[in-house]
């Protein structure tokens, strides 16, 4: 019986290995074929419609979550420090407003002593809100994973909580590190009677730290949300093409708002909450376009991928 099943594994590991070759090949072979037809499904999908949806959830749970993280972790590391760390990473997310953002939260923590559990409780709900939202999302990209596939509501219920632990942890973290960082940054190295300073150093690993916990975020976000087992490479797929792609958009917001953008004028006050929304847009799109490729490269070779992408429709009461 053992013999028959460790040849039945050694049988099915090496057609998975067949097919991971054959859908390398066909990706580096047919590049242009591959984009388009993952862009034609993710239109199929509604995938802006559901980029909008996320959005507008995160923008709902972005605050609360931040408050909660930054409460919880200035029990064990200096609030500035902290808050510096989150002003620097913030500017990845939402480009031009993390000062606001990160003001905004040291005024709230310097009055936390009026925070009720109620409030607690709250913010901790709709915190919740955007991870809940993306899994509906990533069961629409992942629709043909979810028709053999169910997860039971338990896991989806803990999953959220279980996301917020783990940011908060990656925080602290990165806090540390980039405490760490700095203060090499303000040294000096002498070689050959020459001095160098290590500020640009710091600064480097500063940004591929960035890069680096970007990727995996993502990585991690299309590891577990969509329902069934994943590869690691093939989330991997995923998390490095939506992370190159936020790159590039990044530093484009960066460059529009600052030279050509006449938003203020505008939205006025409304100006920070429309930026927010806006870059929260761009990047529910960039990773639902990266759940799109992992979707599509795992059906290369099947019927399906040759067949045209159907609409999805929604049903509306």
């Known amino acids: 019986m053992l013999a028959q099943r460790r040849a039945k594994w050694v049988r099915w590991s090496r057609t998975m ?7 390398v090949a066909y990706v580096l072979t047919h590049p242009g074929a591959f984009a388009v037809a ?49 002003g620097h990473y913030l500017e ?21 002593s009026v925070v009720s559990w109620v409030l607690l409780a709250t913010m901790l709900f709709f915190s919740t ?9 990533m069961c629409v990209i992942f629709h043909h994973r979810v028709v053999n596939r169910r997860r039971h509501f338990l896991v989806s219920v803990v999953i959220p909580y279980c996301y917020i632990l783990s940011l908060g942890l990656g925080l602290l973290l990165v806090t540390l590190a980039a405490g760490s960082l700095q203060a090499m940054g303000q040294e000096q190295v002498e070689i050959l009677g020459r001095t160098w300073s290590l500020g640009g150093v710091s600064g480097v690993l500063l940004y591929l730290i960035g890069v680096a ?3 995996f975020v993502l990585t991690s976000v299309y590891m577990v949300m969509p329902v069934g087992r994943l590869s690691l490479s093939h989330a991997l797929v995923g998390g490095v093409t939506a992370a190159l792609l936020w790159e590039l958009t990044r530093h484009a917001l960066v460059w529009y708002f600052a030279t050509l953008s006449q938003i203020g004028m505008v939205y006025g006050s409304l100006t920070t909450a429309i930026v927010v929304l806006l870059s929260l847009e761009l990047a529910s799109t960039l990773l639902l376009l990266g759940a799109q490729v992992i979707a599509q490269y795992e059906r290369v070779g099947t019927a399906s991928f040759l067949a045209e992408p159907k609409p999805m429709h929604f049903d509306v009461p």
């Open 38 to 86: 993952t862009l034609k499904s993710f239109r199929a999908n509604q995938g802006l419609l559901l980029a909008g949806a996320v959005a507008y959830y995160a923008l709902l749970s972005i605050v609360p979550l931040l408050i909660l993280t930054v409460i919880a972790l200035s029990h064990v590391i200096d609030q500035a420090a902290l808050l510096r760390t989150l």
């Open 92 to 112: 990845w997310l939402v480009p031009g407003q993390s000062a606001l953002i990160a003001e905004e939260l040291g005024n709230f923590l310097d009055h936390r």
């Open 213 to 215: 916990g970007e990727i």
């Open 17 to 23: 290995r067949m097919a991971e070759q054959q859908r």
């Open 129 to 137: 809100l955007a991870f809940t939202v993306l899994e509906n999302a």
